[in-house]
């Protein structure tokens, strides 16, 4: 009987991690939590939305980016711009954030893909500077000052406003987290993922047997670039004021804090991670402006004791618990 | 009459330079559809740096390779494999964090089309080919006798298992020519006489191969013709019968024992 349990829960995991995301609302207002708690999980999935897209790159195809932050923001001004100075749809903006960061990213990734290892980090590295000197200096984004940005209306509804915003909101950014979940989760099951950890495991082998690794890194590179933007959007509209420190290397280091403490080569890992170092900070409060030395002391434990993220001790975990290590899943 | 065979590949005229070390110099040979050529050398010959051309991973200095009667020098390896042409490696590189399945199942990248639209959203068409590509690869798993060990993961095999999935997984991808550098490296005398058998069967399949071995026994038994290579010269290409009793052949590898004996010598 426990043991169908077991395999129910496993077959369907995806959906009822659907409806426990979708129930959440319920249940912390069952406990008569406030807003507070929704805000929190807003910004959980709209992490999630990045790491998802930094794992496909680092974890799947093995490519470091220590300058993510820059594809976030470049979403998050875009929208905001779009909607701001030139009074256009929120959903232009959207759709102008994911093609900006697409095109971006195209260009970019021809170049700087060429470069292996510690040259990798630096060139990402440098790209997260670049993007965070323009953020900070053109007018257009209105530099250090910032930028407000517009509330999401959905045909005149305006989504995060009056007694309903948290929640409204709330809804909005996990349906798409969750279908982008969906999407990574296919992706990585596929003859496309695959070609990914091929290229992770052994460049070599994979271009001898015929896997156009230039393409696939390209192609990689731009999805995750599309997700951070899709994600910076979200952002722009929910916190409604943008500035350039928000998309700095503190950011990109905190991305991938999140998918390392998760899984990098997980998809699971990447919610997991992005939901936990979301969470923490506010319980961490206690130690204001030392945070990010927490956040670096959490890396190094990490990586320390467990080097493949949390999601595989939980999936070790649960083997151990429903006795079925040996088969694998 | 004999109506001439065209060669599967052709090699013209083909040199090598690593700055001023003449790695391969003037070579020329061809491999012939569905034969086994070996192709044996001292240490330091040159062998793996022309399979290293062949196969496009490096540029040669001059020269020309045909495949298929297709000139393929300055093709990017991928589009080399695509076009029937695969090879190993002689330090074993297989994807290591996947399953022996998985391996074999990216032999079938190149004859497979799903891309990331198709994959992410699941489509059919994507769902029956992934399903294809599985019996596809299961099918080869079985043929070089691995398909017990589907599941396992591939750095959990021992060396000789490796050295199949190896083969298996270029055999995946359809291939006319493959290129093996050592296969029976690391293998015993079983493990050894099981490769010979299965490359008969792979030669059976219609499919070339040429070998790197150090291993006489196997060389002289499984080859049509023998190639040997000595400081990045041919110095000798017969049947197995003549390399054997050929007087330059004898001398290259008496010289490889005499410096290993002096060297020997100069230790004690």
């Given at each position: 009987?426990?043991?169908?349990?077991?395999?129910?829960?496993?077959?369907?995991?995806?959906?009822?991690?659907?409806?426990?995301?979708?129930?959440?609302?319920?249940?912390?207002?069952?406990?008569?939590?406030?807003?507070?708690?929704?805000?929190?999980?807003?910004?959980?999935?709209?992490?999630?939305i990045v790491?998802i897209g930094l794992n496909l790159l680092m974890g799947y195809a093995?490519q470091?980016s220590?300058?993510h932050?820059?594809f976030?923001?470049?979403?998050?001004?875009?929208?905001?711009?779009?909607?701001?100075?030139?009074?256009?749809?929120?959903?232009?903006?959207?759709?102008?954030?994911i093609?900006?960061n697409a095109?971006?990213a195209y260009?970019?990734a021809?170049?700087?893909l060429?470069?292996?290892?510690?040259?990798?980090?630096?060139?990402?590295?440098?790209?997260?500077?670049?993007?965070?000197?323009?953020?900070?200096?053109?007018?257009?984004?209105?530099?250090?000052?910032?930028?407000?940005?517009?509330?999401?209306?959905?045909?005149?509804?305006?989504?995060?406003?009056?007694?309903?915003?948290?929640?409204?909101?709330?809804?909005?950014?996990?349906?798409?987290?969750?279908?982008l979940m969906?999407l990574a989760?296919n992706l990585v099951?596929s003859?496309v993922g695959?070609?990914l950890?091929?290229?992770?495991?052994?460049?070599?082998?994979?271009?001898?047997?015929?896997?156009?690794?230039?393409k696939f890194k390209t192609q990689v590179f731009v999805i995750s670039a599309v997700y951070a933007g899709v994600a910076?959007?979200?952002?722009?509209?929910?916190?409604?004021?943008?500035?350039?420190?928000?998309?700095?290397?503190?950011?990109?280091?905190?991305?991938?804090?999140?998918?390392?403490?998760?899984?990098?080569?997980?998809i699971?890992?990447a919610?997991?991670?992005?939901?936990?170092?979301?969470?923490?900070?506010?319980?961490?409060?206690?130690?204001?402006?030392?945070?990010?030395?927490?956040?670096?002391?959490?890396?190094?434990?990490?990586?320390?004791?467990?080097?493949?993220?949390?999601?595989?001790?939980?999936?070790?975990?649960?083997?151990?618990?429903?006795?079925?290590?040996?088969?694998?899943? | 009459?004999?109506?001439?065979?065209?060669?599967?590949?052709?090699?013209?005229?083909?040199?090598?330079?690593?700055?001023?070390?003449?790695?391969?110099?003037?070579?020329?040979?061809?491999?012939?559809?569905?034969?086994?050529?070996?192709?044996?050398?001292?240490?330091?010959?040159?062998?793996?740096?022309?399979?290293?051309?062949?196969?496009?991973?490096?540029?040669?200095?001059?020269?020309?390779?045909?495949?298929?009667?297709?000139?393929?020098?300055?093709?990017?390896?991928?589009?080399?494999?695509?076009?029937?042409?695969?090879?190993?490696?002689?330090?074993?590189?297989?994807?290591?964090?996947?399953?022996?399945?998985?391996?074999?199942?990216?032999?079938?990248?190149?004859?497979?089309?799903?891309g990331f639209f198709?994959s992410s959203?699941?489509?059919?068409?994507?769902?029956?080919?992934?399903?294809?590509?599985?019996?596809?690869?299961?099918?080869?798993?079985?043929?070089?006798?691995?398909?017990?060990?589907?599941?396992?993961?591939?750095?959990?095999?021992?060396?000789?298992?490796?050295?199949?999935?190896?083969?298996?997984?270029?055999?995946?991808?359809?291939?006319?020519?493959?290129?093996?550098?050592?296969?029976?490296?690391?293998?015993?005398?079983?493990?050894?006489?099981?490769?010979?058998?299965?490359?008969?069967?792979?030669?059976?399949?219609?499919?070339?191969?040429?070998?790197?071995?150090?291993?006489?026994?196997?060389?002289?038994?499984?080859?049509?013709?023998?190639?040997?290579?000595?400081?990045?010269?041919?110095?000798?290409?017969?049947?197995?019968?003549?390399?054997?009793?050929?007087?330059?052949?004898?001398?290259?590898?008496?010289?490889?024992?005499?410096?290993?004996?002096?060297?020997?010598?100069?230790?004690?």
């Amino acid at each position: 009987m426990i043991k169908r349990v077991w395999k129910v829960i496993e077959q369907f995991h995806f959906l009822l991690f659907c409806l426990l995301v979708l129930s959440l609302p319920l249940i912390l207002r069952r406990f008569e939590a406030g807003d507070y708690y929704l805000s929190v999980l807003v910004l959980a999935g709209i992490s999630s939305i990045v790491v998802i897209g930094l794992n496909l790159l680092m974890g799947y195809a093995g490519q470091i980016s220590l300058g993510h932050a820059a594809f976030f923001g470049l979403g998050a001004y875009s929208s905001g711009i779009v909607t701001i100075r030139y009074g256009l749809s929120p959903w232009l903006g959207f759709a102008l954030s994911i093609g900006l960061n697409a095109v971006v990213a195209y260009i970019l990734a021809e170049p700087i893909l060429k470069l292996k290892g510690h040259y990798l980090a630096m060139a990402t590295l440098g790209l997260g500077m670049i993007f965070l000197t323009l953020f900070s200096n053109l007018a257009i984004t209105g530099g250090s000052e910032g930028l407000s940005v517009a509330k999401l209306s959905i045909l005149g509804y305006v989504l995060n406003s009056r007694e309903l915003k948290e929640v409204n909101y709330y809804y909005f950014t996990w349906s798409i987290a969750l279908l982008l979940m969906h999407l990574a989760l296919n992706l990585v099951n596929s003859r496309v993922g695959r070609a990914l950890r091929a290229i992770h495991a052994s460049e070599i082998a994979a271009h001898s047997i015929g896997v156009d690794i230039a393409k696939f890194k390209t192609q990689v590179f731009v999805i995750s670039a599309v997700y951070a933007g899709v994600a910076g959007s979200i952002f722009a509209h929910y916190s409604t004021f943008l500035c350039p420190p928000d998309f700095g290397l503190t950011q990109s280091i905190r991305l991938l804090t999140m998918g390392v403490i998760g899984g990098m080569s997980s998809i699971w890992g990447a919610v997991l991670g992005a939901a936990i170092l979301t969470m923490l900070p506010q319980l961490l409060d206690v130690f204001a402006e030392y945070d990010i030395l927490v956040y670096g002391l959490v890396l190094i434990l990490a990586i320390i004791f467990m080097p493949q993220g949390m999601s595989q001790k939980i999936s070790l975990g649960w083997e151990k618990l429903t006795g079925q290590g040996s088969q694998g899943s | 009459m004999l109506a001439a065979v065209e060669p599967l590949l052709e090699v013209r005229g083909l040199s090598k330079n690593f700055g001023g070390v003449q790695a391969i110099q003037d070579l020329s040979f061809i491999v012939k559809p569905k034969s086994i050529k070996g192709f044996i050398g001292p240490n330091g010959a040159g062998k793996t740096t022309v399979y290293n051309v062949i196969s496009g991973i490096i540029p040669p200095t001059c020269g020309q390779i045909y495949f298929q009667g297709q000139k393929i020098t300055g093709l990017k390896p991928y589009r080399i494999a695509e076009l029937g042409l695969v090879r190993t490696f002689q330090n074993i590189q297989l994807f290591h964090t996947m399953t022996v399945l998985e391996n074999v199942m990216m032999g079938r990248h190149i004859r497979s089309r799903s891309g990331f639209f198709a994959s992410s959203l699941r489509l059919p068409a994507m769902r029956a080919e992934e399903r294809r590509i599985r019996e596809q690869a299961l099918e080869t798993l079985a043929f070089v006798g691995l398909q017990d060990k589907a599941q396992a993961a591939a750095s959990s095999l021992p060396l000789g298992h490796q050295r199949l999935l190896e083969i298996a997984r270029a055999l995946a991808t359809e291939p006319k020519l493959i290129l093996l550098d050592e296969p029976a490296a690391g293998l015993n005398t079983r493990e050894t006489s099981q490769l010979a058998e299965l490359i008969f069967q792979i030669r059976n399949r219609g499919i070339a191969l040429m070998i790197v071995e150090h291993d006489m026994e196997l060389v002289m038994d499984v080859s049509d013709e023998i190639m040997v290579l000595e400081y990045g010269r041919k110095i000798a290409e017969d049947i197995p019968r003549n390399i054997q009793s050929d007087p330059k052949v004898i001398a290259a590898y008496l010289g490889e024992m005499e410096t290993q004996s002096d060297a020997e010598a100069q230790e004690y």
